[in-house]
Each structure stands twice: as C-alpha cells, then as structure tokens.
C-alpha cells in the first residue's frame, strides 16, 4: 500500500468512526477476529476495519463514505452462513460492516399479523417476541439463536418448516434496504397484494448481500400453532419414506409442518459425538423426524398421528415408531436431527452440499448419488439427511482414506447427478464464495446474463460484497 492510500483508509476509519463512534470503528487484529472467519473455521479474511452502526442513518452513511473512497463493503450478519459469503477476502481492503447492534424488534400487528424489525435481530428472539404476541413467526432453523432475520433474509434461508409455511422469500412483505451508493431504498410495507409493477423486493432475497444491505423487515406471521405431534420413524429406506410423506399429506393436509430425513450414519455420529441416544432398540437404514402442528387439542393430534403410523407400519412403509408424549420428548427426538451438523464437524472433514430434486426423485437420487460417491471415492461414508418434505437434502460425505482431489472430487461426482434430476446444488445455504464455480457451471448461459445485468445496474462498481455469488 503507498503512502498516499494509507492516507486515505485513515482517513475513512476517522470518519466512520465520525459516524458510528470510534468504539465500534474495530481494526485491531485481536477483536476483528469473530468477524473475519466463518463459524466452522472453513473461511476467513482480512478487513480493515469491522464497523457496527446502530441505525439505517448510520448505515447510509457508512455505505456512503465506503463508496467515495472506492472501499467494499461485506454485510454480516450471524456469520453462521455455509458459504463464506459473509467473511472478507484476504486482502485487508474491505470493511465489514456487522448489523449486529441493529438488533430491535420494532412492532408486532397481531391484526394485520405482521412484525416489522430490524435487521440484526436474533432470529430466535423475532420468534419469542411473535409468541408473545400470540402468533407464529415459523421460519426455524438450528442456527436460531445466532443468526439474523436480515443474514436469514440475504440467503432466503429454509430450515424445517418449509414444508407448510414457504421459505424466508414467503414471509418477507417488506424491506428497507441501504444500495450499495448510500441511499435509503424504502420498502417497508406490510402489503399482502401489491402489484405496481416490479416487485423489488424479490431482488435482496437471497442477494447474499451483493445488491445492498437489507437494515429492516416486515415479516409474515401466521396464527399461532400451539399444538404439536412429534414422531421419530425407523425405515428401510428413502422409498418408503416418500411413501410415508404422502400417506401424511392424505391424512394430516396442512398439519404436516416437519418431515426430516435421517442416515443412519448421522445418527450414529450425534449418538458418538453429541452424546444423544438412539430412541430404538433396534438398528434402521434410515429415519424420518415428523410434526404435526395445529391449533386443535394435542391429544387428538397425537391420536392422528399414530393412526397414520399404524396403518404404515402395518403396509410396511415403516418398521418402528416412537411418539413423543411429552414437549421434552419431543425435543429430545429433534435434538437427533439438529445436532447433526456440530456432530459432522465434530467427526472431522466432510464434502458438505444442500441439493434439491423433486420429492419423489429423492429415492432415485439418492441410489444414483451413492453409486457415483462408492465408485469415484472409494472408503468415503454418505452422510445424507435433510428436509425431504421440500426435496432439500443434505448429501454429505466423510473424507476417503486417501483423501485425493477432495472435497471438489465429491462434488464432481455429486452435482451431475443433481443436474440430471433436473435439481438445485444449492438449496438452502446460497453461492456464497463456496460455490462460484458451480453457479457458471450449472445455470444457464441467459440466466447469468440476466444476474450480471442486475449486478452491473445496482451496484457498477462492484463495490458490495465483491466475490460472492457471481
Ligand atoms: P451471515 O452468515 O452473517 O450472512 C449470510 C449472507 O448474507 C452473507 O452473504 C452476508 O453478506 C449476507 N448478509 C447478512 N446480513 C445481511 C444484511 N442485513 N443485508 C444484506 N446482506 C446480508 N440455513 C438454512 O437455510 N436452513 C437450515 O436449516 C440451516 N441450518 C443451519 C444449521 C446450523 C447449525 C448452522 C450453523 C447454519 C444453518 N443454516 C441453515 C445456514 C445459516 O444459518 C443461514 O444461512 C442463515 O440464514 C444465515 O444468517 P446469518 O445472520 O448468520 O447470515
């Protein structure tokens, strides 16, 4: 760096400090590092400076000076993202601009069931503050009590309830987003129909930041579901799961709120590294988590449930059954399922992916996945669980023995397959930096054009969030 640009960056970091105070100006090395490594240690990055505003204002602001110095800038929120979308590069010329001080829920509208926020809010406290309200807010996901309805918002993030309730992309109906030139984008409106022509919000979700920064919400709640089923279901294998999922579709309709598919290998990690316990006696293939959610008596959801359950165990569409009877029971079963991907880290390097196929592909997927894993990467295990009710799984792998071109050898065996399904490699966590390569790869020639186009027109410089998504 010369003279003269050491200069300038000392300049932006007094006048940033100028506009969110020097105490949330961070450039020491030593507090930066939360901000500048991704949570699984997988990515990290230098930046510098890590900036924290308290307000939209002081967002604009931030943004703004960034700008006039020709500085990027890397929205974060959580920093619990999959893709290292969240975490600077290594050259030590970004900020980080964290909304983690913005972290106010503003109002709930029962009547209108709506709840308007701020960006940095702990998605598990959005959650608390709508129950206290008597309503449901029902995007849920094991990183709740982390990440933020902004970073939730960025990557249209899923999780468990997908199945009745739509991703995060179904329950933002409005935004207020700061564009990567400073100035304050409007969008807040509680609407449920509103068609003056196009609907701009739609482009922040799932941006992974690279398009502005998202500094409010109006979120989509729902009545409140006090009553739930939980069951926990040994299976042969992923047919008859699919199997299941459709005799639940029948009998429960839009009850149905949870349909988890486990491995048995996952299960066997979380019982060796989470110290959880296997519910059954004997050993399955495979497992389904499932709940059923209603505002009715829970008694007779339970009795619903195991009414499906005893007719599919009786056709064979499930071998063993266990129903919670009590909330802590219930949360024991899904403490199998959300304890997987610490288990995973836990037990050591492992091919990660998030694919989606039609829900009744997913049998044939995963048969086809499994060939190609055995046959390219000999000695590596699957490690396949996810929300089947969506078609999202999780086909993950453990390192071969010989570790060879690893992990972007899995990924080469595994993504083709997803394309031949007609399918996503990315469903969930986003492109992030991770998955660049794949999104040239894999999407059209017309659909990457049509995404640069978009990029070039919000932000020409390239300035917000460079080298993540495209
Ligand atoms: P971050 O990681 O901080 O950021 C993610 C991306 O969004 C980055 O590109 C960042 O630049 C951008 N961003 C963040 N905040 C803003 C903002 N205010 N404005 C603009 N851009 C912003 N994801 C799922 O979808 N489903 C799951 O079931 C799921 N399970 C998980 C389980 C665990 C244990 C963990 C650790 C993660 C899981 N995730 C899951 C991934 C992750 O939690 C989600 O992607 C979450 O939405 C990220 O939120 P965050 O606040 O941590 O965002």
Same mark, same amino acid.
Request: aromatic share 4%; net charge negative.
């Given at each position: 760096?010369t003279?003269?640009?050491?200069?300038v960056?000392d300049?932006l970091?007094?006048?940033?400090a100028g506009?969110v105070?020097?105490?949330?100006v961070l450039?020491?090395p030593?507090e930066q590092?939360?901000?500048?490594?991704?949570?699984r240690g997988?990515?990290?990055?230098?930046?510098?400076?890590v900036v924290?505003?308290?307000?939209?204002?002081?967002?604009?602001r931030?943004v703004g000076?960034?700008?006039?110095?020709?500085?990027?800038?890397?929205?974060?929120g959580?920093?619990?993202?999959?893709? @290292? #979308?969240?975490?600077?590069?290594?050259?030590g010329?970004a900020?980080?601009?964290?909304l983690?001080?913005m972290?106010?829920?503003?109002s709930?509208?029962?009547?209108n069931?709506?709840?308007?926020l701020?960006?940095?809010?702990?998605?598990?406290?959005?959650?608390?503050a709508?129950l206290?309200?008597?309503?449901?807010?029902p995007?849920?996901?094991?990183a709740?009590g982390?990440?933020?309805?902004g970073g939730n918002i960025?990557?249209?993030?899923?999780?468990?309830?997908?199945?009745?309730?739509?991703?995060?992309r179904d329950l933002?109906l409005?935004?207020?987003?700061v564009l990567?030139d @400073?100035?304050v984008w409007? @969008?807040?409106r509680g609407?449920?129909k509103d068609?003056?022509?196009?609907?701009?919000k739609?482009l922040?979700?799932?941006?992974?930041?690279?398009?502005?920064?998202?500094t409010r919400?109006?979120?989509k709640?729902?009545?409140a579901a006090?009553?739930s089923?939980?069951a926990?279901?040994?299976?042969?294998?992923?047919?008859?799961?699919?199997r299941?999922l459709a005799?639940?579709q029948?009998?429960c309709?839009?009850h149905?709120?949870?349909f988890?598919?486990?491995?048995?290998?996952?299960?066997?990690?979380?019982?060796?590294?989470? #110290?959880?316990?296997?519910?059954?006696?004997q050993r399955?293939?495979?497992y389904?988590?499932?709940?059923?959610?209603?505002?009715g008596e829970?008694?007779t959801l339970?009795?619903?449930?195991?009414?499906?359950?005893?007719?599919?165990?009786?056709?064979g569409d499930?071998?063993?059954a266990?129903?919670? #009877?009590t909330?802590?029971?219930a949360?024991?079963l899904?403490?199998l399922?959300?304890?997987?991907p610490e288990?995973t880290?836990a037990?050591g390097p492992?091919?990660r992916?998030?694919?989606?196929?039609?829900?009744a592909d997913?049998p044939?997927?995963?048969?086809?996945a499994?060939?190609e894993?055995?046959?390219?990467?000999p @000695?590596?295990? &699957?490690l396949?669980?996810? %929300?089947l009710g969506d078609?999202?799984?999780?086909?993950?792998?453990?390192s071969?023995?010989?570790?060879?071109?690893?992990?972007? #050898?899995v990924?080469?065996?595994v993504y083709?397959?997803v394309?031949?399904f007609?399918?996503?490699f990315?469903a969930? %966590?986003?492109?992030?930096?991770?998955?660049r390569?794949?999104?040239?790869r894999?999407?059209?020639?017309?659909?990457?054009?049509? &995404?640069?186009t978009?990029?070039?027109a919000?932000?020409?410089?390239?300035?917000?969030?460079?080298?993540?998504?495209?």
């Amino acid at each position: 760096m010369t003279r003269e640009d050491e200069q300038v960056t000392d300049r932006l970091k007094d006048a940033l400090a100028g506009v969110v105070g020097p105490r949330n100006v961070l450039t020491a090395p030593d507090e930066q590092v939360p901000f500048v490594t991704d949570w699984r240690g997988a990515y990290s990055g230098r930046a510098l400076a890590v900036v924290r505003p308290g307000s939209t204002d002081e967002v604009s602001r931030v943004v703004g000076l960034c700008a006039e110095a020709g500085v990027a800038v890397v929205p974060q929120g959580g920093n619990t993202g999959m893709c @290292g #979308g969240a975490v600077p590069d290594e050259s030590g010329q970004a900020v980080v601009l964290s909304l983690s001080r913005m972290n106010r829920v503003l109002s709930v509208d029962p009547l209108n069931l709506t709840m308007t926020l701020q960006a940095g809010c702990v998605l598990q406290v959005a959650q608390q503050a709508a129950l206290e309200a008597g309503r449901l807010f029902p995007l849920s996901l094991a990183a709740q009590g982390s990440c933020q309805i902004g970073g939730n918002i960025s990557t249209n993030a899923g999780g468990i309830n997908v199945l009745r309730y739509g991703n995060t992309r179904d329950l933002v109906l409005g935004l207020e987003v700061v564009l990567p030139d @400073g100035r304050v984008w409007d @969008g807040l409106r509680g609407l449920r129909k509103d068609n003056r022509g196009y609907d701009l919000k739609h482009l922040f979700i799932g941006a992974e930041g690279t398009l502005g920064i998202v500094t409010r919400a109006v979120l989509k709640l729902h009545p409140a579901a006090p009553s739930s089923a939980t069951a926990f279901v040994g299976v042969a294998d992923p047919a008859a799961a699919v199997r299941l999922l459709a005799r639940l579709q029948g009998a429960c309709g839009t009850h149905l709120s949870a349909f988890e598919l486990i491995g048995r290998k996952c299960l066997d990690l979380v019982v060796r590294h989470r #110290g959880e316990r296997d519910p059954f006696e004997q050993r399955h293939a495979w497992y389904v988590l499932m709940q059923l959610a209603g505002g009715g008596e829970e008694a007779t959801l339970r009795e619903g449930l195991e009414q499906v359950l005893a007719d599919a165990l009786a056709a064979g569409d499930a071998d063993d059954a266990i129903v919670a #009877g009590t909330m802590a029971q219930a949360d024991g079963l899904w403490r199998l399922r959300e304890t997987i991907p610490e288990a995973t880290v836990a037990n050591g390097p492992a091919f990660r992916s998030d694919i989606a196929v039609a829900t009744a592909d997913v049998p044939a997927f995963i048969e086809a996945a499994a060939e190609e894993l055995a046959a390219r990467h000999p @000695g590596a295990e &699957m490690l396949c669980f996810g %929300h089947l009710g969506d078609g999202n799984l999780h086909f993950n792998a453990t390192s071969p023995p010989d570790g060879a071109d690893w992990p972007r #050898g899995v990924s080469e065996a595994v993504y083709p397959v997803v394309e031949r399904f007609n399918g996503s490699f990315s469903a969930e %966590h986003g492109v992030g930096q991770a998955k660049r390569a794949e999104l040239v790869r894999y999407k059209s020639a017309i659909e990457i054009e049509l &995404m640069r186009t978009i990029k070039q027109a919000l932000d020409p410089r390239g300035l917000m969030n460079p080298g993540k998504v495209l």
